[in-house]
């Protein structure tokens, strides 16, 4: 999967079927708030999308803070992700 960074935008953007995808975010200081999904409803690829999305924190040594209810509940589906969390943070 390609994702792109449009820092412009502040969103990660893909495609899905022909459609752009993305998760917008914004930053204050070493974490990322993840605050929304726009462009699909389809579980599967959005799993995906945030596998790499967290990965890409790692990458940057970064903190993520689920705003996002469907990122809240991927990162309590899939605990290996949990040291992501800044410390105080519970899903």
Do not use: C, W
């Amino acid at each position: 999967m390609e994702i792109k960074d449009n820092t412009f935008a502040r969103q990660f953007e893909t495609t899905f079927n022909g459609e752009m995808v993305s998760v917008e975010y914004s930053f204050q200081e070493k974490k990322i708030f993840l605050t929304r999904i726009n462009g699909t409803e389809d579980e599967a690829f959005i799993t995906d999308l945030l596998k790499n999305i967290m990965e890409i924190a790692y990458e940057r040594k970064l903190k993520v803070v689920p705003v996002f209810p469907k990122v809240a509940a991927f990162m309590r589906k899939h605990p290996t992700y949990r040291d992501l969390l800044p410390p105080g943070i519970r899903i």
